[in-house]
């Protein structure tokens, strides 16, 4: 498997219909949908049931369990990952139709030195407008920790980030009793921390909205 995409929900029925329509218009097809409901209390589960018999070119695995908190569905998921690339996309966000193609060929194009550990593209607000800063040329080489403006190099907060899978599982999230929110930083400045680069492009690939609830 090449692209492991990962979705953790709760309560969003209304609205994942929109995320799997992207994914069933996706022109890559190597790829599963790994999606861990975190203890939703609507219809999720028999949306999952009914679009698992659907003529789709990719594995949809759904698993459900107490609601514990995102990271840690997240260190359940990179155990559940079948994928070479760990792609996590929220269930009330979408991806382009090429998202997953242009993931494939970038990286490809990596160096094999065991320095990356992943790529990125550029969010996109639902009319396709850039969220993340641009730069010139087809990408920048950076670090996590060049998501901090004071570093000189800024690349946005956040941006659609895919991980070689193997390398994501090293950089965990730490879990606490009764805590049920961890920020991402805690793993990703560990990567950088720990030498790994992270190589950036413009291309918009992931569309997103806030959603209040």
């Known amino acids: 498997?090449?692209?492991?995409?990962?979705?953790?929900?709760?309560?969003?029925?209304?609205?994942?219909?929109?995320l799997y329509q992207s994914l069933r218009d996706q022109s890559f097809d190597d790829f599963e949908w790994l999606v861990i409901d975190d203890g939703s209390t609507d219809n999720?589960?028999?949306?999952?049931?009914?679009?698992?018999?659907?003529?789709?070119?990719?594995?949809?695995?759904?698993?459900?369990?107490?609601n514990v908190g995102k990271q840690k569905e997240i260190n359940r998921a990179l155990e559940l990952a079948q994928g070479?690339?760990?792609?996590?996309?929220?269930?009330?966000?979408?991806?382009?139709?090429?998202?997953l193609e242009k993931i494939d060929k970038w990286e490809k194009t990596l160096p094999r030195d065991g320095s990356y550990c992943g790529v990125a593209g550029s969010d996109g607000d639902m009319e396709g407008n850039p969220t993340n800063p641009l730069f010139e040329g087809l990408y920048i080489d950076a670090t996590f920790l060049n998501r901090y403006p004071e570093s000189g190099m800024f690349i946005g907060h956040d941006r659609p980030w895919v991980f070689y899978t193997d390398?994501?599982?090293?950089?965990k999230y730490p879990e606490f009793e009764g805590e049920k929110f961890i920020t991402e930083a805690v793993a990703w400045n560990r990567m950088a921390a720990a030498g790994y680069k992270i190589r950036c492009y413009n291309d918009i690939i992931y569309l997103w909205e806030h959603q209040e609830i």
């Open 167 to 171: 390398i994501h599982r090293r950089f």
């Open 1 to 18: 498997m090449r692209i492991t995409v990962f979705t953790p929900t709760y309560n969003r029925a209304y609205i994942l219909g929109q």
């Open 84 to 99: 070479e690339l760990f792609f996590t996309v929220d269930s009330d966000d979408l991806l382009t139709k090429d998202a």
């Open 44 to 66: 999720t589960k028999s949306l999952f049931e009914n679009w698992k018999l659907d003529d789709n070119n990719f594995e949809i695995r759904y698993y459900r369990f107490d």
